[in-house]
């Protein structure tokens, strides 16, 4: 039973890599530099940390993004 845990725990895992694999290209950064990704990813945790508004900001652009996946 527990290999069965463990391959679900892993189907999930790379399922959710893959999601943010496809985050990273819908964005129109598929041709960046990993490490420029990276430090921009590292400098958003950061700022989300003290800055609410930054999140509020940032979620409502991913939103509307993602509501004009059908165009």
Same mark, same amino acid.
């Given at each position: 039973m527990s290999? =069965?845990?463990t =391959?679900?725990?892993?189907?999930r895992d790379t399922r959710d890599k893959i999601e943010l694999g496809g985050? !990273?290209?819908?964005?129109g950064l598929r041709?960046?530099? &990993?490490a420029l990704l990276l430090?921009?990813? !590292? @400098?958003? *945790? *950061?700022r989300l940390k003290s @800055?609410?508004? #930054?999140r509020t &900001?940032?979620?409502a652009i991913g939103t509307k993004a993602f509501g004009? #996946?059908?165009e």
């Amino acid at each position: 039973m527990s290999k =069965s845990l463990t =391959s679900d725990a892993r189907k999930r895992d790379t399922r959710d890599k893959i999601e943010l694999g496809g985050l !990273i290209v819908k964005a129109g950064l598929r041709f960046e530099k &990993r490490a420029l990704l990276l430090g921009a990813l !590292i @400098d958003l *945790q *950061q700022r989300l940390k003290s @800055d609410d508004s #930054e999140r509020t &900001r940032l979620t409502a652009i991913g939103t509307k993004a993602f509501g004009n #996946e059908g165009e």
